[in-house]
């Protein structure tokens, strides 16, 4: 079983920040990726941010120089610093991962329980 765990949603003024973190658990022998994404109501889950293993980062233009995506491999958590908010960015944000557990050889994606984030304007 793998288990994620979110955390730092909340509701905040334009331009406010917020942080968000996700720990991984559970019977996890191997991270690949990881990585947020977001789902507003009436349209579909989106890409925000991803981190690999490597390090390169990759993000989605509209949040490009406001958001941060970080990882800490010890803790088998994301984090997701996000400045500058905006009205638009409301949405529920759900983790990620790229994991191999220790029962097979394969990576499959496990997601979280999502966090809501509201930006007021």
């Known amino acids: 079983q793998v288990q994620l765990v979110e955390s730092g949603g909340g509701l905040v003024q334009s331009g406010g920040s917020l942080r968000l973190s996700c720990a991984a658990s559970g019977t996890i022998a191997y991270i690949n990726a990881m990585g947020w994404y977001r789902q507003a109501p009436g349209k579909p889950r989106e890409l925000v941010a991803t981190i690999p293993t490597g390090g390169n980062t990759n993000y989605a233009d509209s949040v490009k120089g406001r958001f941060t995506i970080s990882r800490d491999n010890a803790k088998r958590t994301v984090y997701l610093q996000v400045n500058s908010l905006k009205p638009e960015d409301t949405a529920v944000y759900y983790c990620?991962?790229?994991?191999?557990?220790?029962?097979?050889?394969?990576?499959?994606?496990?997601w979280g329980q999502g966090t809501q984030v509201t930006v007021s304007s």
């Open positions: 990620n991962i790229v994991a191999r557990t220790y029962f097979g050889a394969d990576y499959n994606n496990y």
